[in-house]
C-alpha cells in the first residue's frame, strides 16, 4: 500500500496542506482564540463584579427597605460605589408608571433595573426585575441575596432568635469537589476536568471539520480538473484515497500538536507570572491532564480523523463539485455534531448511561470517549473495548468508502441516493 | 512478439455496452492510432490499457505477458481532459508526476529544465500553473507525461484544444519520441493527423474493432478500387454508371470506389468524354476519412461534420 508512489502524493498533500494561508491562519489562530476566550471566562470569574450600576429597588409596602439598606451597605460593590441604590415605595400602578417613565434611562443605561417588591413577597420569597437586560445575572444575584438577608431578618425578627441563627439561617452552602480515582490520591476538583474536555472535544470537532472540508474540496478539484485521472494512470484508486486520507490526517495531527503546544507550555513554565486566580485555575487543568489521556486523545484523533476523512474522501468522490457535496454532507456532519453535543453535556454526570454508552458506541465513540476519560476515571477495559471498536470502525469504514472512492471518482453526472450509495458500496472490484 | 496486444476487450455501463469485445496489436517502435469518432469507445479502451478502468473481459498484454506494475511505471499518458494543480509551480508539477512513476533526483530535474526550455518555458519554471496561458499548461501536461522517458506514450485526443503551434509543437515531440524507439499510442477523431503520422491503427465504431493492422496494408486493401479525384464541373452523372459503385463528394476532392481495378481507366476515359476538367486524378489512393466512412457506413456520415472540422465536445 505505501510504496514510492502513495509516498508521492502523500509529501504532495502535506506541501500543498501546510505551506498554505488557510493552515497558517487557523493554526496559529485557534490557540490564540482558545487562550483568549478562556483569558475572558477567567477573568470574568475573577471579576465577577458589577459594573457601574444604578438600581431602583421599589417595595410595595414599607416593610423591608431599611434592612435591605443595612445589608446591601455591606456589599462590596455599593461600598465601592460601583452600584448605587435609591429605595422608593410604590404600588403596582404607581410602579407601572415609574418603569414607563424609566424606560429611556434603562434603555441608555443609565438606570440597570428596578426590582420589585410586592408585598407579598414576604411569605412567597419572590421580586420582579424590569430592565432593558433581564438576564443580568450577576445583578440579580447580587440584589436577591440581600433581599432574602433582608426577608429572613424580617421572618424571625422578635421571635427571640439569637442574631448568630439568623445569619447562619441567612448563609448559604458550599460544596467543595474531591475526585476520587482508582491510583491517585483523593484530590479537590474544580472543573479542571470539565476544561480539559470542554477543549479536547471542541479541538476535535473543529479539527474534524477543518480537515475534512480541505479533503472534500481537494477530491471534488481533482475530479472536476480531471487530474484524477494521470494520478490513477500511476496508483489505484485505493491507495489514492489512502494516501489522502493519511497526508490530511497528518496535517490535522501536526495541527493538534501545535494546539495543544501552548497546554504543554503552561504545563512547563512558572505560572507566577499569572494572576494568582488564573494561575490556580491553570494549574488545575493541568492537574487533570496525565500522559495515558494525552496519549489516548492522540490515538483517538488519529483514528477517529482517518474514519472521518475517509468518510469525506467517498462524499468528495459521489459528487461532480464542490457546492453539492456540501449539501450531502448532513449525515456526516451529524455524526461529528450529535457526539459532539453529547461530550459537551456529559460534562453534568459524567457516568450516566448514555455518557458509558455513547462513549462506547461506534463513531460517537471518537468524540464522547475522550471527554468522559477527562472528566472521570474510566475502567481500563472499557477504554481497550473502544479502542478496539475504533480500530474496527476505522477498517470498515476504509473498505467502504474506497469502494465508493474507486466507483465515483471518474464517473459523474447521476444523481446521489442514498440506494445508489449502498450499490457502489457492494460493487463487486 | 508484439509490444503490446489488446484481447477481446470489454466494458459495460449499465445496459450501455462501450467498449464490445476489442483486440489489436501494437508492435515495437510504431505510432498507433486508436481512431473513431466520440463516443465510439475510444477513450474507455485507453483507460483500461492504463488500467484505470477494470474491464468485464478481456486483458492487455505487455511483451506477452499480462500487463502490470511494470507497464504502470513504463507508461506516460496524457488523458483527454487535462487538469494539473492550479497553485503547484512548474518545476514541483513536472517533479511530481515524475516521481509518481518511480523516477526522482537531479537527473530528472536537468531533463525538466531542458523540456522546459525546448517549449520555450525556460523562465516560467518557478510560476504558478494558474498564472500560465492555457497553451502553456497543455505544454506543461506534455512534458509531465514524457519526463520520466517512459517506453509507452498514450495520448488521448492530444490535438484537441491546441492552437496550431501547439498542434505542431505536439505532433514534432511525437514525431521525435517515434525516433528514439518509443511506442506512442493515441487516440483520435480526426482522420487526418491520424492518416498522416500512423503507421497502425485500429479504427473502433460503436464499441466495436472494424479495422485493425499496418494503415499501409489497410490503405493497399481499400485503395485498389478507388480514385480521388479533383475536376472542375458537376461530376453526379456518374452516379448510376455501371462501373460506379460508391461514390462520396468530400467537397474539394470526390472518392469514387469502381467495381473492377480495371474500370479505373475506362472512369478517366468517361470523364474526359463529358468534358469534365481533370485537375488530380489519383488512382488506388485513399484517406482514412474515406476509408472510415467505408467501413462504418451510414452511421458514419452523420458524424462527418465533426470527422472533418475537428470539431469535439
Request: include cysteine; glycine fraction near 8%; charged fraction near 20%.
Amino acid at each position: 500500500m505505501f510504496n514510492a508512489r502513495t509516498i508521492a502524493i502523500i509529501k504532495r498533500e502535506l506541501k500543498a496542506l501546510m505551506l498554505n494561508k488557510t493552515f497558517i491562519v487557523m493554526t496559529v489562530l485557534m490557540p490564540l482564540l482558545f487562550m483568549s476566550g478562556f483569558l475572558v471566562i477567567g477573568l470574568m470569574q475573577v471579576l465577577n463584579v458589577v459594573d457601574k450600576a444604578h438600581v431602583v429597588i421599589v417595595e410595595e409596602e414599607p416593610f423591608v427597605n431599611d434592612l435591605l439598606r443595612e445589608v446591601m451597605r455591606e456589599n462590596e460593590e455599593v461600598q465601592s460605589g460601583a452600584m448605587t441604590i435609591d429605595y422608593r415605595t410604590m404600588d403596582r400602578a404607581q410602579l407601572e408608571a415609574f418603569v414607563e417613565q424609566s424606560r429611556a434611562g434603562m434603555l441608555q443605561d443609565s438606570i440597570a433595573g428596578v426590582f420589585y417588591i410586592p408585598a407579598k413577597a414576604r411569605s412567597k420569597k419572590r421580586i420582579e426585575f424590569y430592565s432593558a437586560n433581564p438576564n443580568n445575572l450577576v445583578l440579580i444575584s447580587r440584589v436577591s441575596e440581600g433581599v432574602n438577608k433582608a426577608l429572613i431578618e424580617l421572618r424571625f425578627e422578635g421571635r427571640g432568635i439569637a442574631e448568630e441563627d439568623v445569619a447562619f439561617a441567612q448563609g448559604g452552602t458550599k460544596t467543595d469537589s474531591y475526585k476520587v480515582s482508582a491510583g491517585a490520591d483523593v484530590s479537590e476538583e474544580d472543573g479542571g476536568g470539565v476544561i480539559v474536555s470542554f477543549v479536547v472535544s471542541f479541538l476535535l470537532y473543529i479539527s474534524l471539520f477543518i480537515n475534512g472540508m480541505q479533503l472534500l474540496r481537494s477530491v471534488t478539484q481533482e475530479k472536476t480538473s480531471r487530474i484524477v485521472e494521470v494520478l490513477l494512470s500511476s496508483v489505484n484508486p485505493r491507495e489514492l484515497m489512502t494516501a489522502k486520507v493519511v497526508g490530511t490526517a497528518i496535517t490535522g495531527l501536526v495541527q493538534m500538536l501545535i494546539w495543544f503546544s501552548p497546554i504543554l507550555m503552561l504545563s512547563m513554565i512558572q505560572l507566577t507570572v499569572l494572576p494568582d486566580d488564573i494561575a490556580d485555575k491553570v494549574s488545575r487543568v493541568m492537574a487533570s491532564i496525565n500522559l495515558g489521556l494525552m496519549a489516548y486523545v492522540i490515538v483517538n484523533f488519529l483514528m477517529g480523523i482517518m474514519t472521518f476523512l475517509s468518510m469525506f474522501a467517498a462524499l468528495g468522490a459521489m459528487f461532480d463539485n464542490d457546492q453539492d457535496a456540501q449539501q450531502g454532507m448532513w449525515p456526516i456532519v451529524m455524526l461529528i455534531m450529535v457526539p459532539f453535543f453529547i461530550a459537551m453535556s456529559i460534562s453534568m454526570n459524567p457516568s450516566s448511561e448514555l455518557a458509558v454508552i455513547s462513549s462506547m458506541l461506534p463513531i460517537s465513540s471518537i468524540m464522547v470517549m475522550p471527554a468522559r476519560m477527562a472528566l472521570s476515571d474510566v475502567p481500563f477495559w472499557q477504554v481497550g473495548l473502544t479502542l478496539l471498536v475504533n480500530v474496527a470502525v476505522l477498517i470498515g469504514i476504509l473498505r467502504l468508502a474506497g469502494k465508493i472512492y474507486r466507483v465515483r471518482i471518474l464517473s459523474s453526472g447521476s444523481k446521489v441516493t442514498l440506494k445508489k450509495v449502498w450499490g457502489w458500496m457492494t460493487a463487486e472490484a | 512478439m508484439h509490444a503490446l496486444e489488446v484481447r477481446n476487450l470489454r466494458k459495460q455501463f449499465g445496459s450501455v455496452t462501450a467498449v464490445d469485445d476489442v483486440s489489436f496489436e501494437i508492435p515495437e517502435g510504431v505510432i498507433f492510432g486508436l481512431l473513431g469518432r466520440n463516443g465510439a469507445g475510444k477513450t474507455t479502451t485507453i483507460r483500461m490499457m492504463m488500467d484505470i478502468y477494470k474491464p468485464d473481459a478481456g486483458e492487455v498484454l505487455l511483451r506477452g505477458v499480462k500487463a502490470g506494475e511494470e507497464f504502470n511505471s513504463n507508461v506516460g499518458y496524457l488523458p483527454e481532459e487535462r487538469g494539473l494543480y492550479q497553485k503547484m509551480t512548474v518545476m514541483d508539477t513536472l517533479l511530481f508526476f515524475a516521481e509518481l512513476k518511480g523516477k526522482k533526483g537531479p537527473e530528472i530535474k536537468r531533463r525538466a529544465v531542458e523540456y522546459l526550455e525546448q517549449f520555450d518555458l525556460g523562465d516560467r519554471m518557478k510560476s504558478k500553473l494558474a498564472d500560465l496561458s492555457k497553451g502553456n499548461q497543455q505544454k506543461v501536461q506534455f512534458i509531465s507525461t514524457i519526463l520520466h522517458d517512459p517506453e509507452f506514450v498514450v495520448l488521448d485526443e492530444p490535438f484537441s484544444g491546441l492552437d496550431p503551434v501547439n498542434t505542431s509543437i505536439i505532433r514534432d515531440m511525437i514525431l521525435d519520441l517515434k525516433r528514439r524507439g518509443k511506442v506512442i499510442i493515441f487516440s483520435t477523431h480526426l482522420m487526418d493527423f491520424a492518416d498522416r503520422m500512423c503507421d497502425n491503427i485500429c479504427l473502433i465504431h460503436k464499441g466495436q474493432a472494424l479495422l485493425n493492422g499496418p494503415l499501409s496494408d489497410i490503405r493497399r486493401k481499400f485503395g485498389n478500387r478507388n480514385v480521388t479525384v479533383q475536376a472542375e464541373g458537376d461530376l453526379s452523372f456518374l452516379r448510376g454508371n455501371p462501373i460506379v459503385e460508391t461514390m462520396e463528394d468530400f467537397g474539394n476532392t470526390t472518392g469514387i470506389l469502381v467495381k473492377q481495378q480495371d474500370d479505373i481507366q475506362t472512369l478517366l476515359k468517361v470523364l474526359v468524354e463529358n468534358n469534365i476538367v481533370v485537375r488530380r486524378f489519383d488512382a488506388h489512393t485513399i484517406s482514412l476519412h474515406e476509408i472510415f466512412v467505408r467501413v462504418a457506413g451510414d452511421d458514419a456520415k452523420s458524424g462527418e461534420a465533426n470527422m472533418m472540422e475537428g470539431s469535439h465536445v
